[in-house]
């Protein structure tokens, strides 16, 4: 089975972009993909621009990445977060707990 | 006939038949028997020349001769003479009218009251009061020429005598039959009184009462409520006649007068078991009582029952019965406090039977009805409007020995904007969004609304998955709005009974199993309650949002 999203590099950073609805049924396969390119130390950035659906499942592998990235001082962010997952990300005050990107160049391109 | 009669010889045949003429004309049209007796006793006296006279009747529970008047010098009015004690008691057990010219002589004579009173009995003349061959009593004359021809004539007063006393008798229990039918016409009254005006056919509560012969004291009551919520109670009292009437009228007032403030029924029933226990608890009496508040808007109803047959939920083709949650009413202000137990029903379309046990205690086919009969019978109406439903429920019953009071409670809200019923399992979850969003969508809400309903609800269905069932199970969802109202959304699972205290509160522990999405669901709903399923085992979900 083949999860909702996209990956590619752009140098060491990795990009997942996330698609269509995240669910119980789809999140293990979007836990295990954000926590496999953060096991190669590669920095991670969630586009979040093609997102119609995320539940609190998709959050929780959210927030599972995004623990880990800190506790091996890798980067994470999340990009271009579509309303429907601001929304979600809001009700759980995570809005301000995310380093969130407007657009994907911000994320991507180094500082 | 003066008594001043000169003394009757040669007897005067036309006088004596004047004087038994007078005597029954004044024992059947006088109200007060003993003041007849005295003045008929006085006649008798004067026209046979006697000193005194008594007038004896048989106790009919003791068996004793009670002197119930008397003319003379001594007054023995109560005197009680054990069954063939004396010269009277002979008479009487015989039947037969004798004429003791020498009383001393006589080995019945009791000399106790001249003993007693320093009169002197000589001589007696005693009759028995005959009807039929049955002796009522006897009048004794005392103290005079008495001959053998009045004896005669103390034999024919004694039975014209003895008819009037029948009469009277019967008078009287015609009398106290008449006053008990005007009391339990005057209970029935009170009765008609107390029970709710017509109500619309289509109103959602609907009560039936159908009084037996005897009155009873059932009740019920519906009440309108200023906010839209229907206040309803069925009772039975125990008793019969104006006690039972008069209690079944207080109840029914407190009811009414707590009802369209007080939101809950076990504070009202407590408030009136209170009120019960201190003017009727001595008693014996008490009532048992459902009551109940009923929200056409959400269809749920709160009850509490004191000692009452339990209601039954008819939902979907299957009953559920909730049982009594304290004893009776009016017994002790400690057995039915504001604690006892509440029941909260969603009836889910359903609709909620009340009864009294005229109903299950009736007969069908010979057997008694039980819960399981009334079950058969309210199966049997289903199809029928709600008034005409419990018309014909009753009517089958009737005629019956005791009343037959039902009430019922239909859930009468529209069709629901989506009803799902499905294995839930991960796979499904898409499915289930997608037919959320619409029904949210037809039932006047924004996309933005849709878009919280379908979070809220996917959380919901989640937890029902990874906790309650701890993988796929049977579910049913039901989205609603009726009368512009908020949209409500029911879920029901088959999965173990939720524990209510293990939920996460609001904000707290969000990122445990289930924490999350139950905040979620909070978050974006205006109500979220748990409550057990209606029928069987499992869980009811509501949660409502109100639209714009």
């Given at each position: ?9 752009v ?10 609805e ?9 836990r295990s ?12 950035v ?5 997102v ?7 959050i ?11 506790r ?18 809001q ?21 | ?13 036309h ?55 008397c003319?003379?010098?001594v ?16 008479v009487?057990a015989?039947?037969?009218a ?6 001393r ?9 001249d ?10 003349l ?11 009593g ?20 004694g ?7 029948v009469?009277?008798r ?38 039936i009462n ?18 839209g919520?229907?206040?309803f ?30 939101d809950r029924p ?13 003017t009727a ?5 008490f ?6 508040l ?5 269809g ?26 304290a ?7 400690g057995?039915?406090?504001p ?10 379309g359903?609709?909620l039977?009340?009864f ?7 007969f ?13 019978m309210?199966?049997?109406a ?15 019953l009737?005629?019956?020995?005791d ?20 294995d ?6 898409s499915?289930?969004?997608?037919r ?17 309903v379908?979070?809220?609800?996917g ?24 009368g ?29 199993p289930g ?9 974006v ?24």
């Amino acid at each position: 089975m083949t999860g909702p999203f996209l990956t590619r590099y752009v140098g060491r950073t990795a990009v997942v972009a996330l698609s269509g609805e995240i669910d119980m049924q789809n999140s293990p396969l979007v836990r295990s993909e954000l926590l496999r390119h953060l096991s190669d130390r590669a920095d991670l950035v969630v586009d979040l621009s093609g997102v119609a659906y995320i539940d609190s499942s998709g959050i929780a592998s959210l927030v599972e990445a995004f623990q880990t990235a800190r506790r091996q001082g890798t980067r994470f962010s999340l990009a271009a977060v579509s309303p429907a997952a601001l929304r979600v990300l809001q009700l759980a005050r995570l809005d301000e707990v995310f380093l969130l990107h407007a657009r994907l160049d911000d994320a991507v391109t180094p500082r | 006939m003066p008594s001043s009669s000169p003394r009757r010889r040669p007897a005067s045949y036309h006088r004596q038949l004047d004087l038994i003429a007078e005597m029954s004309h004044a024992f059947a049209s006088s109200h007060d028997l003993r003041e007849t007796l005295v003045r008929g006793l006085r006649q008798v006296a004067d026209f046979i020349e006697a000193e005194a006279a008594g007038f004896f009747l048989v106790d009919e529970i003791t068996g004793e001769l009670v002197c119930h008047a008397c003319v003379g010098p001594v007054d023995i009015t109560g005197l009680r003479l054990a069954p063939g004690q004396g010269i009277v008691g002979r008479v009487v057990a015989q039947n037969v009218a004798t004429l003791v010219a020498d009383a001393r002589a006589d080995p019945h004579f009791g000399a106790l009251v001249d003993l007693r009173t320093g009169f002197v009995t000589r001589s007696i003349l005693c009759a028995p009061l005959s009807v039929q061959g049955h002796c009522l009593g006897a009048i004794e004359l005392i103290n005079g020429a008495f001959r053998a021809g009045d004896r005669q004539l103390l034999r024919a007063i004694g039975a014209s005598v003895a008819l009037a006393v029948v009469n009277a008798r019967l008078a009287k229990a015609m009398v106290e039959q008449e006053r008990l039918a005007r009391e339990l016409e005057l209970a029935a009254e009170i009765q008609r009184a107390m029970l709710p005006a017509h109500l619309p056919g289509d109103f959602p509560v609907q009560g039936i009462n159908h009084p037996a012969r005897e009155v009873s004291g059932d009740f019920f009551d519906i009440l309108q409520r200023a906010d839209g919520r229907v206040a309803f109670a069925i009772g039975d009292v125990a008793g019969k006649g104006i006690d039972a009437a008069l209690l079944m009228a207080k109840t029914c007032s407190l009811f009414r007068f707590l009802a369209k403030t007080q939101d809950r029924p076990a504070a009202l029933l407590s408030a009136i078991n209170a009120e019960l226990c201190e003017t009727a608890g001595s008693r014996g009496t008490f009532v048992t009582m459902v009551a109940g508040l009923f929200d056409p808007v959400s269809g749920a109803v709160l009850l509490a029952n004191a000692g009452h047959e339990p209601p039954l939920l008819h939902w979907d083709g299957l009953f559920t019965s909730y049982p009594a949650g304290a004893p009776p009413l009016g017994i002790d202000p400690g057995l039915v406090t504001p604690a006892m137990p509440e029941t909260r029903i969603a009836l889910g379309g359903g609709c909620l039977y009340l009864f009294t046990d005229g109903l299950t205690e009736a007969f069908g086919n010979g057997h008694r009805l039980g819960s399981g009969g009334v079950q058969r019978m309210i199966s049997a109406a289903a199809g029928l409007p709600a008034d005409r439903r419990l018309a014909a429920i009753v009517d089958r019953l009737a005629p019956t020995r005791d009343d037959l009071t039902a009430l019922l409670v239909e859930d009468r809200r529209g069709p629901p904007l989506l009803r799902l019923e499905l294995d839930a399992a991960p796979e499904a979850l898409s499915e289930i969004r997608r037919r959320v969003a619409e029904a949210v969508l037809k039932g006047g809400g924004t996309p933005g609304v849709a878009a919280d309903v379908v979070l809220a609800v996917g959380e919901a269905v989640q937890n029902v998955i990874c906790h309650g069932y701890g993988g796929p199970g049977p579910l049913a969802l039901e989205i609603r709005r009726d009368g512009g109202g908020p949209l409500t959304v029911h879920l029901t699972d088959c999965a173990p009974r939720l524990d209510l205290a293990s939920l996460p509160e609001r904000c707290s522990a969000e990122l445990q199993p289930g924490g999350l999405g139950l905040h979620f669901m909070r978050s974006v709903m205006d109500q979220v309650t748990f409550l057990p399923a209606p029928v069987g085992c499992g869980n009811l979900l509501t949660m409502t949002k109100a639209l714009p």
